[in-house]
């Protein structure tokens, strides 16, 4: 599986060198406009991007007829590409902390409070997206695929607003922001776990040709 890895890694680089410099230029001009913690959303479901771009380019180069002749399990070659999608997601956390912590050191407006609530709604999404986008990837063809992946980012939004009505229920959220964005992150990678498992078996039961 960490032959597989590398070379997802490799062919990705460019990309993901490409979401690095971006998400830093980002995060230094969003502070003129907006607070700078603001970027933790949107970092980790933009760098993951190239996780999606691995499994299609996987199915038209018919990669897949060749990677089952390697001793690596169905099992392991769907673990390898949510593994990755987490590096990318953990990638681009951290990339975003840069500019953050940057600020921070010369008084800018990045608190704890707001680094943990931003961080946690960002993996959040990135979670819930990855959940339901790359089980797709595996049961549909490339084209619908990337239909699927699109709008998985903006159903994850409306999940996470689902998430947090239905926590308002039990106990007022706006007294229990962090509490409560905890609960969805935990909920988020249940989630993610599950899709991973549903992934294993779609691909276990697909006829590779």
């Known amino acids: ?5 590398v070379k997802d890694l490799y062919i990705a680089k460019s990309n993901i060198l490409v979401t690095i410099v971006s998400l830093v230029v980002l995060g230094f001009g969003l502070s003129f406009l907006l607070e700078t913690s603001a970027l933790l959303v949107l970092a980790p479901v933009a760098s993951t991007t190239a996780a999606f771009i691995s499994i299609t380019s996987d199915a038209a180069s018919k990669w ?17 590409k ?11 956390l951290v990339t975003a902390l840069v500019p953050c912590v940057v ?3 010369f008084g800018g407006d990045v608190t704890f409070y707001s680094l943990c609530l931003y961080g946690s709604i960002g ?18 063809d490339p084209e619908k695929s990337q ?3 699109m709008m998985s980012f903006m159903a994850s939004t409306g999940i996470i607003a689902g ?15 962090l509490l409560a964005f905890g609960i969805v992150l935990g909920i988020s990678v249940i ?17 590779i040709a």
């Open 1 to 5: 599986m960490k032959g597989v890895l």
């Open 64 to 80: 897949n007829k060749n990677v089952i002749t390697m001793p690596v399990s169905r099992g392991q070659i769907i673990g390898e």
């Open 82 to 92: 949510f593994l990755f999608y987490i590096l990318l997601a953990a990638l681009g």
């Open 103 to 105: 600020l921070a050191c």
């Open 123 to 140: 993996i959040s999404a990135c979670l819930l997206a990855g959940g339901i986008s790359l089980p797709c990837a595996y049961l549909f």
């Open 147 to 149: 239909i699927v992946f």
């Open 163 to 177: 998430l947090v009505l239905l926590i308002n229920l039990v106990f007022p959220v706006k007294e229990n922001i």
């Open 191 to 207: 989630w993610f776990f599950i899709s991973y498992r549903v992934a294993v078996k779609i691909y276990q039961k697909r006829d």
